[in-house]
């Protein structure tokens, strides 16, 4: 089992900054891929970025292509979010995922999710 927890969330104003982090706990967190999805009220929920176990495989959503960087700490058991140049339209829920495929980048099918962080952009 994995458990996976959420932090750096908040209000930020457009334009400006903010960090997720997610710390994974459980099994090997070195084997895993990761992912950030997100979800807005009243909209599905969708893809942000995605990292390989090793950090090879990197996958942003074009939404936030060249504003978002996601990167991991093995070390640390943590991977990141860090988003920049922030629009009101990136307000919503933020979720980590975790998935076994260590080379998974793609699809919703994530084997681990955390309780995701409320993210708030003013504009």
């Known amino acids: 089992q994995v458990r996976l927890v959420e932090s750096g969330g908040g209000l930020v104003q457009a334009g400006g900054s903010l960090r997720l982090s997610c710390t994974a706990s459980?099994?090997?967190?070195?084997?895993?891929?990761m992912s950030w999805f997100r979800q807005a009220p009243g909209k599905e929920r969708e893809f942000v970025a995605a990292?390989?176990?090793?950090?090879?495989?990197?996958r942003h959503a074009d939404s936030v292509k060249g504003r978002f960087t996601i990167s991991r700490e093995n070390g640390k058991n943590t991977v990141y979010l860090q988003m920049n140049s922030a629009k009101y339209e990136d307000t919503a829920v933020y979720y980590c995922?975790?998935?076994?495929?260590?080379?998974?980048?793609?699809?919703?099918?994530?084997?681990?999710w955390g309780q995701g962080t409320q993210v708030t952009v003013s504009s």
């Open positions: 459980g099994r090997t967190f070195n084997n895993f891929a």
């Open positions: 995922a975790a998935d076994p495929r260590a080379y998974k980048t793609s699809g919703y099918d994530y084997e681990y």
């Open positions: 990292i390989s176990w090793s950090g090879a495989v990197i």
